[in-house]
């Protein structure tokens, strides 16, 4: 791959628990948003995003039933954000770095959450259940 940079793009994504559950009662509204990651090989930005949209529209076609016997899909909601590596890959490399201009105060407890979510709560890791595959079942 001569001439090829590195690059890390972020791709996002939402993932949805669809049809009639066999569950006991209503649950309440869950979603989950993801982020992801991906290093490229490529000749430039535009480049390495085209591979992401590419491997992101095939890492969204996987559907599979939850616990529940609902399908779990997840949709690319067709954003990225790439960044180049300036240096050899090795330990301690960074891969993605982005910012934020900030017009309001924040504390850094709500900067934190923004960022890298807020802690979950027991109903919250509950709720995760809704997302994972039955397949799992042997494993939990």
Do not use: H
Not at 23 to 37: D, I, M, Q, S
Not at 77 to 89: G, Q, R
Not at 115 to 136: D, Q
């Amino acid at each position: 791959m001569k001439n090829k940079k590195w690059f890390a793009v972020k791709t996002l994504y939402v993932t949805r628990a669809v049809g009639k559950s066999t569950a006991k009662g209503k649950a309440p509204f869950a979603e989950l948003l993801e982020e992801r990651v991906v290093l490229f090989q490529a000749a430039n930005a535009n480049a390495a995003v085209k591979a992401a949209e590419k491997d992101a529209k095939e890492y969204s076609q996987y559907t599979y039933a939850n616990f529940d016997g609902q399908a779990v899909q997840t949709e690319y909601l067709n954003a990225c954000d790439v960044f180049e590596l300036y240096e050899t890959l090795e330990s301690g490399v960074e891969l993605f770095a982005s910012t934020e201009v900030l017009t309001k105060k924040a504390s850094k407890n709500d900067l934190i959450a923004r960022r890298l979510g807020k802690l979950e709560t027991n109903s919250t890791i509950k709720m995760r259940k809704r997302f994972m595959s039955k397949e799992l079942s042997a494993y939990i």
